[in-house]
């Protein structure tokens, strides 16, 4: 199961920035993850954090000083580079971008930058004045042109007391940054993947709605996966509480008929489509302007309902098609009449009344069925494992070139 992160050598830099304490959390999360993780650390970074921190986390020496008197070649940074797989700068301080930029290598963790030939990403932390700083702006500039992946920042709430764009990326967000430069050259390089997500909503009134149990999280899952492996994602979800996968192209739309238009829009040149969404089969036949009250007698409130139409004949020819069924019994035969009436490449079918694999839930036991009539039934697994599996059967379906 490709994993991007497993046995990488990450170089973490950590600068004089109060988001010190996320980059702790980073490197507890990279390592969760099998890296490999090195972290480099500048004087004014030692104020706010302690080697001990990272090195509890990481469970490897931490590299402070340019030339470690207690390193036996005395030039640790230097090996750091050559071996560096990633290196990221987070947080980054508008100091240490303007050095850089400008190629200065006067500490152990700008020396580290300047030797390797490893990616780089670099994740702004700051207050907003310094941000929008014309000075800092440049020098941004200069390093997106080198082919340097910037994350960040973002918009909130600033240790000066302020609000604005100066905030350092949550540390889940970088791990998808690093996870995508990683997998930038995986088997899907090239590809243009969509993914729909979630449940639609179809109103009833201003207020009421009629949808389902979805909440997305396998649909995003293989939206991460296909990132990780090297797509352009385009992920189209219905309502979710889950935030974007960094690196992927997200619409979030509502009803079936606002699904259609931005799925059959992102497959218009696209590879192929995952649809992973629970997609309403019906909606209120007609929709109150206004609130519908209750009423004081007993007698029960009608609701009429007209289907909706699939739009999945409407995606061009030579998209590859997964769809997703999700079945409360007779889980493969449900699927199968699926898989043919809807002309599908692959469907994924799972009871989702099972446990730990209904909605909701991180992990999905699933079957694999395909046109051919064959059935390859999975084993309990993460939703981003299960989406790992699709896409190695996605891979296999592809027979023209990559768009």
């Known amino acids: 199961m490709p994993n991007p992160l497993k046995e990488k050598h990450v170089v973490l830099g950590v600068t004089g920035s109060i988001a010190c304490h996320k980059a702790v959390d980073l490197a507890s ?3 969760q993850q099998g890296a490999l993780v090195d972290v480099v650390m500048t004087d004014s970074a030692l104020e706010f954090v302690t080697e001990l921190a990272f090195q509890s986390i990481t469970h490897r020496s931490v590299v402070v000083d340019l030339f470690e008197p207690q390193s036996e070649s005395g030039i640790d940074h230097v090996e750091l580079a050559e071996r560096a797989d990633i290196v990221v700068v987070a947080p980054a301080t508008a100091n240490t971008i303007a050095k850089v930029a400008l190629g200065i290598a006067d500490d152990a963790l700008t020396t580290s930058v300047l030797a390797t030939r490893a990616p780089l990403i670099v994740c702004p932390a700051m207050d907003g004045y310094m941000y929008d ?36 990326l949550e540390p889940h967000e970088i791990v998808g940054h690093v996870c995508q430069v990683l997998g930038h050259d995986g088997d899907l390089a090239g590809r243009t993947i969509v993914v729909s997500a979630g449940g639609t909503q179809e109103p009833i009134d201003p207020v009421r709605v009629i949808t389902n149990r979805s909440s997305g999280k396998q ?8 990132r990780d492996r090297g797509a352009s994602v385009r992920l189209v979800t219905g309502p ?3 935030p974007d996968p960094p690196s992927v192209e997200v619409t979030r739309v509502e009803t079936v008929a606002e699904m259609r238009e ?21 909606r209120p036949a007609k929709v109150s302007v206004q609130k519908i009250k209750k009423k004081n007698s007993d007698g029960p409130l009608v609701l009429s309902l007209e ?26 035969a449900n699927a199968s009449v699926k898989l043919e009436a809807k002309n599908l490449d692959l469907i994924a ?4 009344t099972a446990d730990r694999s209904g909605f909701a839930s991180d992990t999905n036991r699933v079957v694999l069925l395909d046109r051919n ?23 296999g379906l592809f027979s023209g070139p990559k768009t």
């Open 349 to 352: 079918a799972n009871n989702v």
């Open 373 to 395: 009539g064959g059935a390859e039934r999975l084993d309990l697994m993460s939703k981003y494992e299960v989406g790992h599996r699709i896409l190695d059967r996605v891979v």
């Open 29 to 31: 999360k990279l390592t």
């Open 262 to 282: 931005a799925v059959l829009g992102a497959c218009a040149d696209a590879d192929a489509l995952i649809m992973a969404a629970a997609v309403s089969d019906y």
């Open 133 to 168: 700083n014309p000075a800092t702006q440049e020098n941004l500039a200069k390093l997106k042109s080198r082919g340097v992946t910037v994350a960040g920042p973002v918009e909130g709430y600033l240790a000066s007391g302020l609000s604005g764009r100066g905030r350092m």
């Open 219 to 226: 649909g995003f899952a293989i939206a991460e996966a296909a």
């Open 307 to 332: 289907p909706n139409a699939d739009f999945l004949p409407e995606v061009p020819n030579g998209v590859v098609k997964v769809g997703f069924a999700a079945e409360t019994k007779d889980v493969e």
């Open 240 to 242: 979710s509480a889950l």
